[in-house]
């Protein structure tokens, strides 16, 4: 809802402003997480549509500055008739990445290398025809024109989406947006469109293209053009984060049929016709009734379904399944960057059934089992409305069952419904029923969703209504049912099956979004006259008027516009149990219709004896009017919330009014872009025929041209609403105003439209202003020093939401004056495009001043600001590594697990210091995979130890997860837990005592936060691994690796806890020793030595040992104390050592440094071995 946007936008801001008066960086502890699986306590609804907004979040990847979601989402308007089902099933769609589509409209705008026409430009060329064929000709050559732009259409899941249309000018492709945006957009590609490059605002870089991109083959035609491109890559502003899309192809059918109903009256050759009151028939086939033509469809689309998702702590995988030649999405894995499973989400499907009880084409979603590392697995199911009597629509007649929206409504009679215009022309001709029918509409839809509880949330629908008191077939509609389905109640049982909550859904009569005139299903044109794209003149003959009135939509706008209704003021009833608690009422503005009535359009030309007003009997009964469709297409309009009233229930018997909330909106951006609509009209030349009792008069001239063209246009507007005040009054318990609050937002750059001020009028009569300057506000900068460098650099990379000069002012006196009461700059850093410094006001009471800010002389200058706060270093990745306050020592950021978490800050100490006590090493070592709580633990330990003015805290984190321990300066240490689904349960402190526990429960589910939470802890393991990467003719050495006690937890067992451990001495034990092994030629001999301890302490106590060393030629000499001595398990006298030496050399022993003694003899054992 609009509402809450705004909302949003306003705390977005003011949290900026806050943070910016903090530290440069600040560790913020885990939260419990309102993100949780299925949260459908309050399942959001669209009001202003009556749609369910459901979606499910299954998983968040989080990539360094990277986020994004992936989710399910359910489609609940109704069972559509040539809907395409997903590889999730019907109606459920996976929101996990993202697509730039187009509509492609008369030629693909990338295959037509000529610029268009405006409409003007034809419009002149006709009016000129008088007399010769000369203009004719030239518009007879004007064979490459694409009359109509293709329609871009671009949606990510994690937020951008946006409308748009191409241009070329000057050789480059240039993006125009239709709904207002902010992105930047590159088209890709020499010549053919190959994908695109958009930035949001926020810097973030989406790729479109680079993946296997999808596309269509014409049913007529047959030739692939594409259509889509999916979502590559996702990349950070500083380009160190990439979230990376795969995707494999597919080829999907899509079949659909259309009817349409064709009249044509020859003209030539003066064949006698009677037209009174709409009786005409098909001369030109002899026949007394009008031919009804009947086209099925199949569509081969070429399309993609992702397969995995990665990111710089693992990968996404999706696992896809073929049944009954569909594919299914069997599971969603999430694996960490050693390729360990760490949580797993199985889609279990099946097929809705026939009548004859076979199973259909149809998928449907049954069921989610959700399996975690530590937790129980959780399965969520789904239910549907469905009575496999009526079945789902597949095979000609089911899909001519539809109704007048698209819909399924059980028919399967011609799609061409009976007319009181046209009721002759249906002689012999079955009629068609486009009604909407509730029972076949809902078939499929969402019923239930059943928690792993057994509590559960339950759907009502209804059918949508409007206010026309028509319809397509032009019956009186009473009731107003329209297409499709709005929610009207929801409501959330237990265990027992009692309802514990509820929500009812009261609408107003719905508004359609289009007016539905008859007319918009039918077309006339004279001799094969149409909507073309290439210029031709067609001369065929006899000539003759062709009228043809179609099953749905005419072609040329059926893309735009689907027979949505939309209302205007909708009511929410809350109820706990049978208690109705309160409900509140929303109103929202009605849009302008997308569409006009088709006009006249000879704009040259007239016909004599035309009315006034033409009406639908005049249209088809044989007028003389000549009507092309004429569109006024506006994406960015749609219902927006203008107003919010809160009523409360005390009592059972008592409502009161406690909050009102009023929003205006206005139009930015309003422009208009024009195509051209270009229809021929042939008539006999040389005609002396005088038809006014016919169909037309046309100027009688021997020398009239044969060729002549009505022009018109069709107008694509771009724009945005945005909300201009937003009044709120809170009531009290006695019912009078308790405070008013007024927020007015201003707009100043209508290219980037983020508020330049936000203005905030509180019933004390202080009006407190918030003025804000982005990047795009600062203009002509052409100074070198930073701050002007990084405003620029900004605005280059369109980053271009984030406030550099954030102003707050009291306004007050009168005439109502600002005053400045603080102010605060942010230079960015041009490379790393992050906060170099921060400046603040000095001001010691509040001036009249504008801005703090100027642009002289190409250079921004700061006005009564003073630098607060430095960064002085940023590492490789461009994190923080060390900044410095006003009046403060500096302060070092320790980051580690690849630069994605700080583990460490030290105050009162300089990044110089902690290099000049831990190494560069170290610090790499700290970002390598294989970081461990106890490297990160010794690492701290030896900084606390040497930097002792240090105020030194850490943190110590588990990767996809979070952070696990938090140790203040003062050496306070906070322990956090975690389910399976990243969610925090429970805070301990350094003796393991519980301090905090957080549950999340389901409906119906009763769960006691009270409860000791039992936590297991795996045991210590190790495993010596053997490096096997070594290059060819060297042998790799034995290294151990170790899992650490209560380095993993479990909430379900303590055989679950030491599962996860064996999983990672498996998963990164042979990681660890190909990294910390030794290769070796093997070209030595290990030897094993055998003295006695009595002999060598009788014999003065020092044995030598002369040997040759592997892979040496000279003799050394070393005490038995520099080796590994080992006891014998039967003797305790005896000892043995293992030398490496070389291969065949002789090994002596001496007592003494030059007395040999003992063993004279060369030993040489395991000749083939290896010995490190």
Not at 220 to 231: A, E, H, I, Q, Y
Not at 781 to 791: A, D, N, V, Y
Not at 1031 to 1044: C, F, H, I, M
Request: hydrophobic share 35%.
């Amino acid at each position: 809802m609009k509402f809450r946007i705004f909302l949003l936008l306003l705390t977005s801001l003011i949290y900026k402003v806050s943070w910016s008066q903090e530290s440069f960086y600040k560790v913020i502890p885990p939260s419990p997480t309102a993100n949780s699986l299925l949260r459908l306590s309050d399942i959001p609804v669209d009001f202003s549509s009556g749609q369910a907004n459901l979606e499910v979040p299954l998983y968040t990847i989080k990539s360094g500055s990277l986020v994004h979601p992936i989710g399910l989402r359910f489609l609940s308007d109704g069972c559509k008739v040539d809907k395409n089902s997903s590889i999730l099933g019907q109606d459920w769609t996976l929101s996990a990445g993202g697509v730039l589509s187009r509509l492609i409209r008369d030629e693909p705008d990338d295959l037509v290398l000529a610029s268009r026409k405006t409409p003007n430009y034809y419009r002149n060329l006709i009016s000129q025809i008088k007399t010769g064929q000369s203009y004719v000709t030239e518009l007879n050559n004007e064979l490459n024109y694409d009359m109509a732009y293709d329609i871009f259409n671009y949606h990510v899941n994690s937020g951008i989406s946006s409308k748009f249309i191409v241009d070329k000018k000057s050789n480059k492709v240039l993006a125009k947006h239709l709904t207002s945006s902010s992105d930047s957009i590159s088209i890709t590609g020499t010549g053919a469109f190959d994908g695109a490059r958009i930035v949001s605002p926020e810097g973030l870089i989406y790729v479109f293209g680079a993946a296997p991109n999808s596309g269509y083959t014409e049913y007529k035609s047959g030739t692939m053009r594409p259509s889509s491109w999916w979502l590559a890559m996702v990349i950070s502003p500083n380009l160190q984060d990439t979230i990376s899309f795969s995707y494999k192809k597919q080829f999907q059918t899509v079949s659909s049929v259309s009817d349409q109903l064709i009249i044509r009256d020859e003209l030539e050759n003066f064949v006698s016709i009677t037209p009174s009151d709409g009786e005409l028939y098909d001369v030109l086939n002899n026949g007394s009734t009008p031919k009804l033509l009947s086209e099925s469809f199949s569509n081969i689309y070429e399309t993609c379904y992702l397969s995995e998702i990665k990111f710089k702590e693992g990968v996404v995988r999706f696992n896809v399944k073929n049944e009954n030649s569909i594919l299914i999405l069997e599971s969603m894995e999430i694996l960490d960057k050693s390729n360990s499973q760490f949580r797993k989400i199985d889609f279990n499907t099946s097929f809705f059934y026939r009548p004859d009880n076979t199973p259909s084409d149809f998928v449907k979603l049954d069921s989610i089992k959700i399996k975690s590392v530590g937790v129980k697995d959780e399965v969520y199911a789904f239910n549907y409305f469905y009575n496999k009597q009526l079945g789902l629509p597949t095979g000609n007649s089911k899909l001519r069952s539809k109704d007048w929206g698209g819909y399924y409504n059980g028919n399967s009679s011609s799609l061409i419904p009976s007319n009181p215009y046209v009721t002759t022309w249906y002689s012999g001709l079955p009629p068609g029923n486009r009604r909407p029918n509730l029972e076949y509409t809902k078939q499929g839809m969402l019923k239930q969703i059943i928690y792993p509880t057994k509590g559960s949330v339950n759907f009502i629908y209804g059918s949508n209504k409007y206010t026309q008191g028509y319809d397509f077939q032009q019956d009186i509609n009473p009731e107003g049912i329209a297409p499709g389905l709005r929610i009207e109640r929801i409501f959330h049982m237990d265990v027992q099956g009692d309802t514990v909550l509820s929500k009812i859904l009261e609408y107003s009569k719905g508004q359609l979004t289009m007016d539905y005139d008859i007319r918009y299903y039918a077309n006339q044109k004279y001799l094969h006259s149409s909507t073309i794209g290439s210029l031709k003149r067609i001369t065929l003959s006899p000539s003759y008027r062709e009228r043809i009135i179609y099953s749905d939509l005419m072609p040329q706008i059926s893309h735009f516009v689907s027979p949505g209704v939309n209302y205007g003021k909708v009511r929410e009833i809350r109820n706990n149990g049978a208690l109705r608690i309160g409900y509140t009422d929303y109103f929202f503005s009605p849009p302008s219709f997308i569409f006009v009535i088709p006009t006249i359009g000879v704009s040259s030309y007239s016909f004599s004896g035309d009315p006034a007003n033409a009406s639908p009997a005049a249209f088809y009964g044989g007028s003389s009017n000549f009507y092309n469709y004429k569109m006024k297409y506006k994406p960015y309009v749609n219902y927006n919330l203008t107003k919010k009233m809160i009523f409360e229930s005390p009592s059972p018997t008592s409502i009161k009014l406690k909050q009102v909330v009023d929003i205006n909106y206005q139009l930015f951006n309003n422009q208009i872009t024009y195509e051209t609509t270009v229809n021929q009209l042939n008539f006999i030349k040389n005609s002396n025929e005088d038809l006014n009792t016919g169909y037309f008069n046309m100027i009688s001239t021997s020398d009239m041209a044969t060729g002549i063209y009505a022009v018109d246009s069709v107008e694509l507007y771009s724009g945005a609403y945005k909300a201009i005040s937003e009044k709120t009054i809170n009531y009290s318990d006695v019912g009078v105003d308790s405070s008013i609050s007024n927020v007015l937002y201003e707009y100043s750059n209508p290219k980037y439209l983020f508020p330049s001020s936000i203005a905030v009028d509180r019933s004390d009569g202080r009006i407190h202003l918030q003025k804000l300057k982005y990047a795009f506000d600062f203009s002509n900068i052409t100074s070198l020093e930073p701050l002007s460098q990084g405003i620029l650099t900004l605005s280059k990379k369109n980053i271009v939401s984030i406030p550099i000069e954030t102003s707050s002012f009291i306004r007050k006196g009168n005439p109502l004056v600002n005053y400045l009461v603080t102010s605060e700059v942010d230079e960015y850093d041009a490379s790393s495009l992050l906060v170099k410094r921060k400046f603040k006001d000095i001001l010691t009471a509040p001036i009249i001043i504008p801005s703090t800010t100027t642009v002289t002389n190409g250079k921004v200058v700061l006005n009564y600001l003073e630098k607060v706060s430095e960064v002085i270093r940023y590492n490789l990745a461009f994190k923080i590594t060390e900044f410095k306050e006003k009046d403060q020592s500096s302060t070092t950021i320790l980051w580690g697990y690849r630069n994605q978490y700080p583990i460490a800050e030290l105050k009162n100490c300089t990044f110089a210091e902690v290099l000049n006590v831990i190494g560069q090493p170290t610090i790499d070592v700290l970002n390598t995979d294989l970081v461990t709580d106890e490297l990160i633990n010794n690492t701290i330990k030896t900084l606390r130890s040497a930097l002792t003015k240090a105020q030194v805290s850490t943190f110590i984190y588990k990767p996809l997860i979070g952070m696990t321990s938090r140790t203040d300066a003062n050496g306070y240490t906070e322990y956090y837990g975690y389910d399976g689904f990243g969610r925090l349960v429970y805070i301990k402190d350094f003796d393991g005592n519980l301090l905090k526990t957080f549950c999340y429960n389901y409906s119906g589910q009763q769960v006691d936060c009270f409860e000791e939470i039992k936590e297991y802890s795996n045991y210590e393991i190790f495993q010596m691994f053997t490096k096997n990467n070594c290059p060819v003719g060297q042998l790799g050495s034995p290294v151990e690796y170790r899992v650490s006690a209560g380095k993993y937890k479990s909430l379900v067992s303590q055989a679950d806890a030491q599962q996860q451990a064996q999983a990672d001495l498996q998963a990164n034990g042979q990681t660890f020793a190909n990294l910390n092994g030794e290769c070796k030629v093997p070209n030595c001999t290990r030897v094993k030595i055998s003295y006695l301890k009595s002999f060598v302490d009788n014999n003065g106590g020092n044995l030598y040992i002369g040997y040759i060393p592997c892979n040496s030629t000279t003799q050394q000499k070393r005490t038995v104390d520099n080796f590994t001595i080992e006891n014998d398990p039967y003797n305790s006298d005896k000892k043995y050592i293992y030398i490496c030496v070389t291969k065949n050399s002789s090994v002596n022993f001496y007592m003494g440094y030059d007395n040999q003694v003992w063993y004279p003899e060369t030993l040489t054992v395991n000749e083939d071995g290896v010995c490190f």
